[in-house]
Structure formats: C-alpha cells, structure tokens
C-alpha cells in the first residue's frame, strides 16, 4: 500500500538539486519571490488552493522531503511531481484532453497516485473503478462516464478478457512495473518516453475526479 506524506509547515527555501526542467524553473520562480504562497486576488481575497496547484506549491517548499512511502520505493515530493508532469504527458500523447475522462483500475499504488494527479495536472477527470465489481458493472461505469482510454493493473489481465471488457483492448495501457507477462503499452515504458506535460491553470469549479458509488 501507498501513503502520501503531508509535509510539515516551514519557512520556503530555495531548492538546489532538481530532476528535470520544470523543477529548474520552479527553482528560479523561487529565488525570485520574495512574497507569501498563499497568493491574493486584486479584491484582498485568498485564492483557493486546487488539487495541481497543491502539487506544484508543496514542491516549491517542501521538494526534498517524502511524499510517498510505497513497498517498491519511496518519492520526494521533486520525484513524485516529476513522474506527474510526465504522466500527465504519456495521456496528452494518447489523446486526452481537457475535460476528457479516463479510467483506472488498479489497486492502491503510487502509480494509482501518479495517474490520478496527471488528471488534474493536465485538466483531465480521472474515474477510478471499484476493481471488485463485475464485468457488466464495470462496462457501465466506462461507458456512463464516457471514459476515452483505461489504465489497468496487469494484475487484472484476466478481467480484461471478459466479453464486456474486452472491446477496450485497443483503448488501455497496464499499470505495471518496467517488467509483466502482459501484452500491451505498459505504463512505465510510456513514462520514460513521454515529455513532461505543463501545468494547467485550471478553476475551482472545474471537474477533478468522477467516483462511482455502490451506495454503501
């Protein structure tokens, strides 16, 4: 299992290493603020905070410390942003837009993680699915949600070869580490090859995340 580590409150200071271009340009928006991130409109109102502006914030002051602890390894908060931007660029590659929403299923991983943030980071509604549902029950939600592609853990590669899932074999890629039994695009791989995607400036009223529920 996957946890994300809240930092704890700090003075800001500038960062120094940093793993790839949008971090280096964090670094040097940085240095060259001399003002408080909790940022005030022209009206003296505090502007809310969203799910990739939260991201983008906590690595500006807190890039060095922990953000995920996983079995497989754990992420600084630069790391995990980094993996981020460019999950955000494997689904800009596949077609999603703005607005679009894409499904998961997948148990809970740092992965799981990445890809939901991606969704925010690039203005996309993740649909995370209940990988305990039936077939049919999970057809539903991709296609009530009008999901455009699918991230499945390889671990459910059977559930992929129903009859009700098995039309979206052309429009998935598997969450799975660098090495799987399963054919197809694998996340990982798309990852070292895409571009880090950039932040999109999205409102506090805009979609973040579609949840399905069983009513319980």
Request: proline share 6%.
């Amino acid at each position: 299992l996957s946890r994300v580590e809240l930092p704890r409150l700090a003075s800001p200071r500038p960062v120094d290493k940093l793993p790839c271009g949008y971090l280096a340009s964090l670094n040097t928006a940085l240095r060259s603020r001399k003002c408080d991130f909790n940022k005030c409109n022209f009206d003296g109102k505090q502007e809310m905070l969203t799910l990739p502006s939260v991201i983008d914030r906590t690595v500006r002051l807190y890039g060095h410390r922990t953000a995920i602890r996983d079995n497989e390894r754990y992420f600084t908060w630069f790391e995990f942003a980094d993996r981020v931007a460019r999950a955000a660029g494997v689904l800009v590659g596949l077609g999603v837009k703005p607005g679009d929403r894409f499904g998961i299923i997948s148990r809970n991983s740092f992965r799981h993680s990445e890809l939901n943030y991606a969704g925010y980071w690039m203005g996309a509604v993740p649909v995370p699915v209940n990988n305990r549902l039936a077939p049919p029950e999970i057809r539903f939600i991709l296609d009530d949600a009008e999901c455009g592609i699918l991230a499945v853990e390889d671990i459910f590669a059977d559930l992929m070869q129903t009859d009700e899932l098995a039309p979206w074999s052309g429009r998935m890629f598997w969450i799975a580490p660098g090495t799987t039994n399963v054919d197809g695009p694998n996340y990982e791989a798309l990852l070292v090859d895409a571009d880090a995607a950039p932040l999109r400036d999205c409102g506090e009223d805009d979609d973040a995340i579609l949840l399905y529920t069983g009513g319980t």
